[in-house]
């Protein structure tokens, strides 16, 4: 768990390589939990908080040091949709981070102790639609309107002093550049974490140009990609690396593509912790799983970076 003596992320980031989590989803349906909400995880949030934290906790004990939490589909309009007040809404966004802090705990209470970090996800504007955009981008909003989406859940989140934000599953550069802006000056580091198809962003812009606006932002500390294909990632590295300098970040799925209509995951497993040595000869320090990659497969990458 992190302390006033632990480093922070950018140094241990600086320093070598630190495991991150693998998909939250997953985690909590192989414990039965339905998440067919609109909502997804962030119900549970409100519904059964305990089981966010025995999700978190399962990747610690597996050997992740950073845990996403539970904020990705998060948001105040979500929240709306289902009754909830912005009040209650801030305070679950919160609650989010709390979790994962206690899951820290927790660990640290079985024998854990290596810092622990915690992320605070920041969705795309996609994720609250719940349709499946989120693979998509270009979502007829202009980078002020979106700018406005995500400011107040980035500044709840912010509040509630996670180590860093997690701005995640990005799927074009006008929605980075409205995250990039939101982030600013509010004191927390962030991550910037594309979704991709080959060499190019899910809205088709090219990923020299997608990792070029982080390069100047002193918020980022880490640039990369997460919820593509894993054999999408190594390239991707190489170019966040070459074009802004800064740690990169990959947590692949694990390779099925996700059915939006079905909403349901479709295809084969093709994620391997062999693959991470490579990943990280192309530059990447942050290393995790996302969708359908589980603690097995964290243990298993954990097992590699050490």
Avoid at 49 to 72: D, M, N, R, W
Avoid at 111 to 127: F, I, K, M, T
Avoid at 250 to 269: F, I, L, V
Wanted: charged letters at 20%; a negative charge.
């Amino acid at each position: 768990m992190t302390s006033d003596t632990s480093p922070s992320l950018a140094d241990a980031l600086a320093a070598g390589t630190v495991v991150l989590d693998g998909g939250m989803s997953n985690q909590l349906e192989s414990a039965g939990h339905d998440l067919s909400d609109g909502l997804w995880s962030a119900r549970l949030l409100a519904e059964l908080p305990e089981a966010v934290t025995e999700a978190h906790l399962a990747y610690f004990l597996a050997g992740a040091s950073v845990a996403i939490t539970a904020s990705y589909q998060a948001t105040f309009e979500g929240f709306g949709k289902r009754g909830i007040g912005r009040a209650e809404a801030a305070r679950l966004l919160a609650r989010s981070v709390e979790l994962a802090r206690e899951a820290a705990r927790q660990a640290a209470d079985r024998g854990v102790d290596r810092p622990l970090w915690v992320a605070a996800s920041v969705g795309p504007y996609g994720a609250m639609l719940a349709d499946g955009s989120e693979y998509r981008g270009r979502y007829g909003l202009s980078v002020a309107e979106l700018e406005r989406f995500h400011r107040p859940r980035i500044e709840a989140l912010a509040a509630a002093a996670p180590d860093v934000l997690a701005l995640e599953t990005v799927p074009d550069t006008d929605e980075a550049v409205a995250l990039l802006r939101a982030v600013r000056g509010l004191g927390v580091p962030a991550w910037l974490s594309y979704t991709v198809d080959g060499r190019r962003t899910r809205a088709g812009q090219p990923l020299e140009e997608a990792f070029a606006l982080a390069a100047d932002a002193d918020e980022v500390i880490a640039v990369g990609v997460n919820c593509c294909a894993p054999e999408d990632v190594e390239p991707a590295v190489e170019t966040a690396a070459r074009v802004t300098g800064r740690p990169v970040v990959a947590y692949p799925n694990s390779g099925e593509g996700w059915d939006a209509q079905a909403r349901a995951w479709r295809g084969r497993t093709t994620f391997s912790a062999a693959q991470v040595a490579a990943w990280r000869r192309a530059g990447a320090r942050l290393i995790g799983g996302c969708c359908r990659v589980g603690p097995e497969g964290i243990a298993a990458v954990a097992g590699l970076v050490d």
